[in-house]
């Protein structure tokens, strides 16, 4: 083992900077690691290594693990790490062809608080036998953690995730934060799993568990392993301002209940399916998606009465805000309920209708197909939508709350479609209290613009997202 002590003077507290270039050596330094201490391993490629970064730092005086150049560590084979204590830092590590077996991930949050992974890649990873394991994982009671700027592409299982199952009763995993990740050509290799990042498991059991996680300013490019981009099975989560492109897939909000899902870029993908109660999706942009918003019809789970307060199993949505989102020539509806009724699953019908939404403010237009489709719902609000067909298209459904004009969009670059001066669709909208901000963070005034976009001279805080804005720094 190559060791180095040095004092470290940041604006954290001084701690040691230990050099290890063997495994055996890295578990010596982090038996002995204080606050404070950064342990750098030796650049090289290293296979089949076992990490169990066992420790504690402070909020200011983290413990850190990192490469000594970043990418310039490899970890290839059998390669595991365990993160376990609070406030401890991962950084600059390359996981190429790292299989996990027995269904194990490849680094695993364990009863960890306040920790990070940052700036790491991860090329043709995860489980050769099954498509459900995750990559990276939050377990066993891991809380207000963050796993950022990193890179996965080529994965062969799931992404990133959060567990919520009996064994963490009482150690729950919360309050934890997704952001400024790359997911990138994802090539589809079963009929299920590989979703990038999955935020709980069953919903049927644990649709209701809290759970706060953040999924925010992340890019999703040809991140097709499965048909959910962002699967949803909990409750009270954020899916916000990501960017997702040319995927055979979408958001979907599988469960749960009350999550957000606002500011997001969607091109060329499946847009966002609904299931559950609560939720809130405002402000999103799709363009060219297979659907723009669905919220499908559920199941009775027994063929009888379902209980919307505890049960998850496709349950229809209920309770729903959507508001101020822009759709831009969908291939299918660009708004849907009820779709798939009578469809069976598992031998079920799919027969229970959403029920109790509210459709405000938004902006469909399109050259086919039918903008508004309603093949079933109940107690279904609309107010000051716009739905404009071209060429071959139809608006679908009647109702007072959507008006059929031409809101005159102009394209904004090679961006997205924008409202012209002279739209109709200016201070249009109904007022929402819900919805203070358009898609960009600029404030929405007394008589708001219909879709995600309000008219202003505002800087935009958010806007779609490209290669260079996430991922590991060190991967240009």
């Known amino acids: 083992m190559a060791l180095i002590v040095s004092a470290t003077f940041s604006a954290f507290a001084a701690g040691s900077e230990i050099l290890v270039s063997t495994e055996e050596g890295l578990k010596t ?13 030796q650049d090289g490629i290293y296979k089949d290594w076992r990490i169990a970064f ?61 920790c990070r992974l940052t700036d790491c890649a991860f090329v043709r990873c995860g489980d050769p036998e099954s498509t459900f394991t995750r990559t990276i994982n939050m377990a066993y009671g891991s809380r207000d953690n963050r796993v950022d700027h990193c890179y996965m592409t080529g994965t062969l299982s799931m992404g990133m995730g959060v567990v919520v199952r009996d064994s963490d009763a009482g150690r729950a995993n919360t309050g934890n934060r997704f952001d400024h990740n790359y997911f990138k050509d994802i090539v589809r290799l079963s009929s299920n799993g590989q979703e990038p990042i999955q935020l709980g498991q069953d919903q049927s059991a644990f649709g209701n568990v809290s759970i706060r ?108 805000l959507i508001a101020h989102n822009t759709i831009v020539d969908p291939t299918g509806s660009g708004i849907s309920l009820g779709r798939n009724r009578d469809r069976e699953h598992n031998g079920v019908p799919r027969n229970e209708l959403p029920r109790g939404i509210t459709l405000v403010n938004n902006l469909v237009t399109g050259k086919s197909g039918i903008l508004i489709d309603d093949s079933g719902s109940h ?58 901000t358009d898609y960009g963070g600029r404030k929405r005034d007394g008589s708001p613009d219909i879709g995600c976009r309000e008219v202003s001279e505002a800087a935009m805080a958010n806007r779609p997202l490209q290669p260079e804005d996430v991922g590991p720094s060190w991967m240009n």
Request: glycine residues 10%.
């Open 29 to 41: 330094a982090i038996a002995s690691a204080k606050p404070g201490d950064t342990l750098v391993v």
């Open 54 to 114: 066992r420790t504690f730092g402070t909020a200011t005086a983290p413990a850190t693990l990192k490469a000594k150049t970043p990418g310039g560590v490899r970890f290839t084979g059998n390669a595991r790490l365990e993160i376990t204590g609070q406030h401890l830092v991962v950084s600059g590590f390359l996981f190429e062809d790292a299989l996990s077996s027995k269904h194990a991930s490849i680094v695993e949050f364990r009863n960890a608080q306040h």
């Open 213 to 320: 996680a953040i999924v925010e300013y992340n890019l999703f490019e040809k991140a097709s392993g499965d048909g959910e981009i962002v699967s949803n099975k909990s409750a009270d989560n954020i899916i916000r301002r990501n960017t997702m492109r040319d995927s055979k897939a979408g958001i979907c909000l599988r469960g749960g209940r009350n999550v957000l899902v606002e500011g997001n870029y969607c091109y060329r993908t499946h847009g966002i399916r609904i299931f559950g109660h609560g939720h809130t999706v405002i402000n999103n942009y799709f363009e060219q998606t297979e659907a723009g918003i669905c919220l499908d019809a559920g199941q009775y789970p027994d063929g009888g009465f379902i209980d919307r307060e505890t049960s998850g199993s496709y349950q229809a949505a209920s309770g729903v």
């Open 379 to 436: 107690n279904v609000s609309w107010q000051t939508n716009i739905a404009w067909p071209q060429d071959s298209a139809k608006v679908g459904l009647s109702d007072k709350g959507i008006i059929a004009m031409d809101p005159r969009l102009s394209r904004d670059g090679n961006i997205q479609h924008v409202l012209r001066p002279d739209s109709p669709a200016r201070d249009a909208g109904t007022v929402l209290q819900e919805v203070a």
